[in-house]
């Protein structure tokens, strides 16, 4: 009789989760009440170029005449199985907010909350192996960081980078008649849907993957052109949250041309078949009474405009006469399937879909 391996079976990592990415998000509504309880922000020195004010995508702090401060953190439980992957995926998104802000990363902390009694240790290795390998390509280093016990596995960043002052870029700057383009394509929170009830193609996974896994680093290079006024990444709240927040930074109405905006492959099917996250109703209760549907959509629009994007792509608000520098930029950095997808025009804030 053999004797029993000895080497434990690693659970499958969002087998140990209830959520997965930026599906985690508290919901919009239950955040907006959280933070009204919270009270006043503290100090509020005249340096705090951004802070809590339009729910940007980090903070930032003037230096000098010449160099800002950008500061964010975000951190989730697995999106995918792959421990790798997950630390990849996880990286390439807490930096995307540097990059949103115009900023060019210089240094993350990694926030390491990990089961492990359940956990092989090879794989946080590996959780922590993709992280860096991620912030190596974006030509920083992984300086420190914190670790501690928990009962599911959470990985991500504190991410820190440098701006020009002149040269932040909000998501609250928007103006009537800019034109909005989307860098790259929905679909990420009904990907990880499918994946989690094991519906997903290898090819829809490898999508997935690219998708993710992608740094957003067109965003130093957008800011860098006068006539892009706000930028900022979509992310748990979807391309309508998103897009509603920046209306709100404006005080102008966004709209979406729905038949303009980029799907990953296959989406509109598996999201037809009912491959959406609970992160997708819960978008819509916080945020859909400021939003309004034309008649005539497809039936899975909703779901996909509320589909949390895990590592989602930077949304832009420029002038008519910038698009093409815009998609040249976006074309430059590998971002075949960025976008026009609407624009802002003077009105409620609010977002219509069309």
């Not at 989602?312 to 006469?321: E, F, M, S, T």
Request: glycine letters at 12%; a negative charge.
């Amino acid at each position: 009789m053999n004797a029993p391996d000895p080497t434990p079976i690693a659970p499958r990592l969002t087998s140990l989760s209830h959520g997965g990415g930026c599906g985690c998000k508290i919901a919009p509504g239950v955040l907006s009440q959280i933070l009204a309880q919270s009270g006043a922000a503290g100090v509020l020195p005249p340096e705090l170029l951004v802070g809590l004010e339009t729910a940007d995508d980090a903070a930032v702090y003037r230096l000098n005449d010449d160099q800002a401060l950008v500061a964010t953190t975000d951190f989730f439980m697995p999106i995918v199985d792959d421990p790798y992957e997950f630390g990849r995926i996880a990286a390439t998104n807490a930096l995307s907010d540097v990059y949103a802000m115009g900023g060019k990363p210089i240094m993350a902390l990694a926030l390491v909350a990990m089961p492990v009694s359940q956990l092989p240790l090879e794989v946080i290795g590996a959780i922590l192996r993709g992280g860096q390998d991620v912030c190596r390509a974006a030509g920083i280093p992984v300086a420190g960081g914190h670790t501690i016990d928990s009962v599911e596995p959470i990985y991500g960043l504190v991410a820190m980078g440098l701006v020009h002052p002149e040269r932040v870029r909000k998501n609250a700057g928007a103006r009537p008649g800019d034109v909005l383009v989307l860098g790259k394509p929905l679909g990420v929170g009904v990907y990880s849907a499918a994946l989690k009830k094991e519906q997903l193609s290898d090819a829809h996974y490898r999508q997935m993957i690219d998708s993710t896994t992608r740094l957003n680093t067109p965003g130093p290079l957008l800011a860098g052109l006068d006539g892009v006024h706000a930028i900022t990444d979509v992310t748990g709240f979807g391309l309508a949250g998103h897009a509603l927040e920046m209306a709100r930074g404006a005080g102008a109405t966004v709209r979406i041309d729905w038949t303009r905006v980029p799907l990953l492959p296959g989406v509109a099917d598996l999201a037809a078949q009912g491959f959406v996250t609970g992160a997708s109703a819960r978008n819509w209760a916080g945020y859909g009474e400021d939003v309004a549907l034309a008649a005539g959509l497809p039936t899975t629009a909703q779901a996909l405009l509320t589909d949390p994007q895990t590592s989602g792509g930077l949304l832009v608000a420029c002038a008519p006469a910038e698009v093409d520098a815009v998609l040249a930029v976006f074309a430059r950095e590998g971002f075949a399937h960025a976008a026009v997808v609407g624009g802002v025009q003077a009105g409620p804030a609010r977002l219509d879909v069309r």
